[in-house]
């Protein structure tokens, strides 16, 4: 049955932080080379978090951008829902430290961690919210600070990752356009080939790290990047066949950004242009949810998405999760 209302991105804004790493400077912290890494990953550079800011602050900044580019105020925002796997707090929630340095003090606020799939599981939670008529508008945020969870003498992880946040409102469209379908998954029973210990660590994550290294992220990657190949144009085609659309209709894909192989694989699996997919890990590196709504707020200020696009979203991540949302752009 056709909805009479749907939800809809109205608003996005993003925050980079100024300090940058590149990859000349990873070489003089440990053995690897601009070669390397630029061959293996695609990444040249990422933006780093100063040791005395709060995530919650970039968070916040993305989101006063993303709620003025849809022309509300704080105080219409109903539901703040952010997404981190690297908060400053377990509670207080990013969500609510936001919800006070914004004062969005008519919004409820709730974090999600799916790992780099947040955005797309922030999304699609959201939606629901909308779409049974509880909430008019809606703030996204998904904010990282991966670079406090990288233990910088582990060359496999340590070129990797950088910081970030990026922010949506979702608000109800009655114009044909907003999210159209959805489709989000995990596989649990891989949980351990990517991990981030908190209050607790098993004895087998403990010896995979460097000693003293407890809380930091470690990954078997050649298994990730399996998985990664595969889910992304799975979920791309779920996505695709459950919206009833044609890969011809969509203007383009904003998948996570990992790694530029990640992307050329899933464009070759789908048979699609990389023009047709947004990049922009070689100067943010992999910043977990925050990516995705980072190249939406980026491709929306260059003008590359206009009213009526359709463009799918595509996400996985620790957990193991993914997920997939195909949109007609509102804005
Ligand atoms: N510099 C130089 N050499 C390196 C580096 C480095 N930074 N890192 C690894 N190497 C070496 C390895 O030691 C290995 O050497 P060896 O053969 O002598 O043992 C060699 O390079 C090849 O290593 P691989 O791990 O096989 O390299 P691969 O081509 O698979 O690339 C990478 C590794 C980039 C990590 C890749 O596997 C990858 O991108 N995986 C996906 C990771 C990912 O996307 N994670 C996202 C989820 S994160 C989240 O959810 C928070």
């Known amino acids: 049955m056709m909805k009479p209302f749907k939800a809809g991105i109205t608003g996005t804004g993003s925050i980079l932080p100024e300090k940058k790493l590149t990859n000349s400077q990873l070489e003089s912290i440990v053995e690897t080379s601009d070669e390397w890494i630029v061959k293996r990953t695609g990444i040249r550079e990422r933006h780093?978090?100063?040791?005395?800011?709060?995530?919650?602050?970039?968070?916040?900044e993305a989101s006063v951008?993303?709620?003025?580019?849809?022309?509300?105020?704080?105080?219409?925002?109903?539901?703040?829902?952010?997404?981190?796997?690297?908060?400053?707090?377990l509670t207080p929630s990013l969500a609510c430290t936001v919800q006070g340095e914004i004062g969005a003090k008519n919004a409820a606020a709730f974090d999600v961690n799916a790992a780099c799939t947040g955005f797309v599981y922030a999304l699609q939670t959201g939606r629901q919210f909308i779409e049974n008529g509880t909430c008019k508008n809606i703030l996204i945020v998904s904010a990282e600070a991966l670079s406090r969870a990288t233990d910088f003498t582990d060359r496999k992880t340590?070129?990797?990752?950088?910081?970030?946040?990026?922010a949506v409102i979702l608000s109800k469209v009655d114009d044909g356009t907003g999210v159209e379908e959805a489709c989000l998954g995990a596989v649990g029973d891989n949980a351990d080939v990517l991990t981030l210990p908190c209050l607790y660590a098993s004895d087998a994550d403990i010896e995979k790290r460097n000693e003293g290294k407890k809380q930091v992220l470690w990954m078997d990657g050649s298994e990730v990047f399996t998985f990664a190949s595969r889910i992304m144009s799975e979920a791309t085609k779920n996505v695709l066949d459950s919206a009833g659309n044609e890969m011809g209709q969509i203007k383009y894909i904003f998948p996570h950004q990992a790694n530029m192989r990640i992307l050329q694989n899933a464009a070759k699996r789908l048979d699609v242009s990389m023009d047709k997919i947004y990049s922009n890990l070689e100067y943010t590196g992999n910043i977990s949810s925050a990516s995705i709504p980072v190249c939406?707020?980026?491709a929306s200020k260059k003008g590359?998405?206009?009213?009526?696009?359709?463009?799918?979203?595509?996400?996985?991540?620790?957990?193991?999760?993914y997920g997939s949302a195909l949109l007609t752009w509102s804005k």
């Open 304 to 321: 590359l998405l206009k009213k009526g696009d359709k463009i799918i979203m595509v996400a996985f991540g620790g957990g193991l999760t």
């Open 296 to 298: 939406l707020d980026e």
């Open 65 to 89: 951008k993303a709620i003025e580019d849809a022309g509300l105020n704080p105080v219409d925002i109903e539901l703040i829902i952010a997404s981190t796997c690297t908060p400053d707090y």
């Open 48 to 60: 780093i978090l100063e040791d005395d800011v709060p995530l919650a602050k970039i968070a916040a």
């Open 158 to 166: 340590c070129v990797l990752f950088g910081d970030g946040a990026g």
